[in-house]
């Protein structure tokens, strides 16, 4: 059996306006740089060995497993905000965890709540050595707005 194992992951934050609250989310997702991929959720596990890489630029329509928060409001002149977070242990044979978190408000706030998750999913795994990263974005509604971030796993 052929399994796929991630060996990188990658942040990417996007928001965007849309016509309906769908075309905001895809408006958001183009706005990301995975607007044309197949999004595969995921739950929030960073596999053993896979390290964190900048950006890749991935073939048109492939299948990517993603772990993600999105927000998308009609509420004009509401802040909303998305953000991710992940840890990955300094022992590269043990896994990392991603947290996604999104709600009204501004970035700083979402940032610093998904952070805060992050860490206490390290703190019950027993995992005191680690790098934690996060992205998050914000987006004031116009009309319909959406504001996406997620971590990206590759291989």
Known sequence: MNLFKPTKFFFVAGNAEGFSKLNSFDCALLNAKIGNMNLI????????????VKFIKLPLGSFIPVAYAAITSDMTGEYIAAGVAAAHPDDPSKAGVIMEYSSNGRK?????IVRSMAEEAMK???????????????HKVKHIGTSFAAVVLWD
């Open 124 to 138: 019950v795994r027993g995992i005191k050595h680690y790098t934690l990263n996060s992205r998050a974005i914000e």
């Open 108 to 112: 700083k706030d979402i940032e610093s």
């Open 41 to 52: 959720k995921i739950s929030s596990i960073i596999p053993p060995h896979c390290a964190p």
